[in-house]
């Protein structure tokens, strides 16, 4: 296949991709982190791999991207950030328990979880079954009364099924669905921005 055919047929799924994602759950989980904002939670944020990265990017968009003035703070945490800590983790309690157990420090009742995972915890490699690690966090999160929020590829694997809401990018090769996911968390964060500037929210703290 030539360069520029490549191109085209990727450039067709993201076309495809923007057409058939479902706009009203995108708008749910908008809401759910505006009501976190609302009632003073924290935001948390996993991934694994390039899923990880993306958690990085969207934990420091959440926390910068919707300061405005006069108005409360969200505030907002990846979970895979702090390498030390990670590191001696996965060392000691196995990389199944890298999330849950930062929320044992962490989380406070109410919080939210925000949850990215290309194949949604569906599928399976060398190393057993994909993001064990994420669908034990989303249960940790859900027991204890939080909210949980997806964003997943393919067909949405388990995360579909058991999130709050779950944004799910209609596509089934990985660089499409990582890539859209951060598309999703720029709109996602910057319409959230707005919803705060614009609503009756809480003042500064």
Not at 3 to 19: D, H, K, M, P, T
Not at 176 to 197: Q, T, Y
Request: net charge neutral; with cysteine.
């Amino acid at each position: 296949m030539t360069n520029s055919a490549y191109i085209e047929r990727f450039l067709q799924g993201v076309e495809e991709i923007a057409r058939k994602i479902s706009r009203p759950e995108i708008d749910r989980a908008i809401e759910l982190l505006y009501r976190a904002w609302e009632e003073g939670r924290t935001v948390f944020t996993a991934g694994n791999g390039g899923s990880a990265g993306t958690a990085t990017h969207l934990a420091a968009d959440l926390n910068k991207m919707t300061v405005i003035p006069g108005r409360a703070r969200l505030r907002a945490m990846s979970l895979v950030d702090n390498i030390p800590l990670v590191s001696a983790l996965v060392n000691d309690d196995g990389w199944e328990n890298v999330f849950t157990e930062q929320l044992e420090t962490f989380y406070r009742p109410g919080d939210v979880l925000i949850a990215i995972s290309v194949h949604g915890g569906k599928g399976r490699d060398k190393a057993g079954a994909w993001s064990q690690n994420l669908m034990k966090a989303i249960e940790y999160v859900k027991r204890r009364g939080g909210t949980t929020i997806g964003l997943a590829g393919f067909d949405g694997g388990a995360m579909r099924e058991v999130c709050d809401a779950c944004v799910v990018v209609p596509y089934e090769t990985t660089p499409h669905v990582e890539g859209f996911h951060v598309v999703l968390h720029h709109l996602i964060a910057f319409c959230l921005a707005e919803r705060i500037a614009g609503g009756k929210g809480l003042a500064r703290q």
